[in-house]
T-cell receptor, first 111, second 114 residues
Framework: QQQVKQSPQSLIVQKGGISIINCAYE??????FPWYQQFPGKGPALLIA?????SEKKEGRFTISFNKSAKQFSLHIMDSQPGDSATYFC??????????FGTGTSLTVIP | DAGVTQSPTHLIKTRGQQVTLRCSPK?????VSWYQQALGQGPQFIFQ???????QRGNFPDRFSGHQFPNYSSELNVNALLLGDSALYLC?????????????FGEGSRLTVL
């Protein structure tokens, strides 16, 4: 079974700082790697995703960097805000829109 | 446009009982997947339904079963509940013929087994 290793488990960042979360995967059936954001009491919601025909994708303050040869990808949150405080999950795809999720990173942004 | 809706939001059961959770997918979606999220963990895939058939299954015992109805809504049934079944059960909808598309999650059903 696919393993998706995510780190760190928790992260505390000052407002305005950069948050970096890393993921490593073993194998994948497709090239599509999403990051999901989950607030307490809510289901995960897609934050940003990359198809690795590119090595980087940026949407606003959020950037995914992808290293296909190393089977690693990371999420960078620039100018982190208290509203970004949430749990973040990376995911790697299996067949048929099934995903293996990482264990999550709890991000706290201190005002 | 209604998103994914799940019911009930919270429920408490005792060991050995059975539970049924319900999900209505996002409008336009035809595929429902169920995930189990234990406290402090990432979602784990249970199974996926399309055209009223189980299409894929994760590493979960037969106590976990499901159903999809003609209107694409779905149920998750868990029999002979164990303490370890306590978790947030998430329903995710998608489009079957878009294999690497976005999953839309509901807010989940929080199951506590005593």
């Amino acid at each position: 079974q696919q393993q998706v290793k995510q780190s760190p488990q928790s992260l505390i960042v000052q407002k305005g700082g950069i948050s970096i979360i890393n993921c490593a995967y073993e194998n994948t059936a497709f090239d599509y790697f999403p990051w999901y954001q989950q607030f307490p009491g809510k289901g995960p919601a897609l934050l940003i995703a990359i198809r690795p025909d590119v090595s980087e994708k940026k949407e606003g303050r959020f950037t995914i960097s992808f290293n296909k040869s190393a089977k690693q990808f990371s999420l960078h949150i620039m100018d982190s805000q208290p509203g970004d405080s949430a749990t973040y999950f990376c995911a790697a795809p299996n067949t048929g829109n099934q995903f293996y999720f990482g264990t999550g990173t709890s991000l706290t942004v201190i005002p | 446009d209604a998103g994914v809706t799940q019911s009930p939001t919270h429920l408490i059961k005792t060991r050995g009982q059975q539970v049924t959770l319900r999900c209505s997918p996002k409008s336009g979606h035809d595929t429902v997947s169920w995930y189990q999220q234990a406290l402090g963990q990432g979602p784990q895939f249970i199974f996926q339904y399309y055209e009223e058939e189980e299409r894929q299954r994760g590493n979960f015992p037969d106590r976990f079963s499901g159903h999809q109805f003609p209107n694409y809504s779905s149920e998750l049934n868990v029999n002979a509940l164990l303490l370890g079944d306590s978790a947030l059960y998430l329903c995710a909808s998608s489009t079957f013929w878009r294999p690497t598309g976005e999953l839309f999650f509901g807010e989940g059903s929080r199951l506590t087994v005593l």
